[in-house]
């Protein structure tokens, strides 16, 4: 069976929506489709990964990953959005009870090292199948819970006056985000093998003189 997309699905639609709710699908089944997605296309090229090797590694019928996702796109897409949930779960967790702004900015980056740490194909994912011009394709990057919770900690500290207010707070989250995520990228390529978090202060103090208002 190819991979292409059936004709009846719009390739924008296949790309961006779920053909049927996930709730419908059984659990292990998901996990399976999870785990294979991370091992396939975090170790290969996107276009070298087809759909019939996802569903072989799985154990699961092709004609099931059509059914929910239409695609290997909004497969990989839904896939991110899911374990990206997983962290905003943590950070929001974790934020909870943190008044200090610089303290707050501190626990929202040990988190993500940490998670990227523990999931290091979860980063690679990202950066290997989803092009940049994609990105916008994965529903957590407009969640206002994952967003809402780095945003509210940079306006925050704009407004407390610790973070620099002289660009918008979408600006800082960018400079977070490009940091953070090159350092874990690099880290995963070059094989590291001690953990991000052993030099976090060292990182954090980088990651704070950068966004700093002093």
Avoid at 48 to 77: C, H, M, P, W
Avoid at 87 to 106: K, P, Y
Avoid at 109 to 117: A, F, G, K, Q, S
Wanted: net charge neutral.
């Amino acid at each position: 069976m190819s991979d292409s997309v059936p004709p009846a699905i719009s390739a924008k639609a296949a790309a961006t929506r779920l053909l049927a709710p996930l709730a419908e699908m059984r659990g292990d089944t998901l996990d399976r489709l999870e785990k294979a997605v991370l091992e396939l296309f975090s170790s290969r090229d996107f276009h070298e990964v087809s759909l019939q090797d996802v569903a072989r590694r799985a154990n699961v019928s092709l004609q099931t990953i059509y059914k929910y996702f239409g695609s290997k796109e909004a497969l990989v897409y839904s896939m991110l959005d899911t374990l990206l949930g997983r962290l905003a779960e943590r950070m929001i967790d974790h934020l909870q009870g943190i008044d200090d702004a610089r303290e707050r900015l501190r626990k929202t980056c040990w988190v993500t090292l940490d998670y990227m740490d523990k999931h290091p194909a979860v980063m690679l994912l990202m950066f290997t199948a989803v092009p940049v011009s994609r990105h916008k394709n994965i529903d957590i990057y407009e969640s206002p819970e994952l967003m809402g919770a780095f945003l509210g900690v940079l306006k925050d500290g704009q407004a407390r006056g610790v973070l620099n207010s002289q660009v918008s707070s979408k600006v800082l989250l960018d400079v977070f985000m490009g940091m953070v995520g090159r350092v874990v990228l690099m880290h995963i390529v070059r094989g590291e093998q001690t953990p991000l978090t052993d030099q976090f202060n060292e990182l954090f103090h980088i990651l704070w003189r950068a966004l700093s208002a002093d």
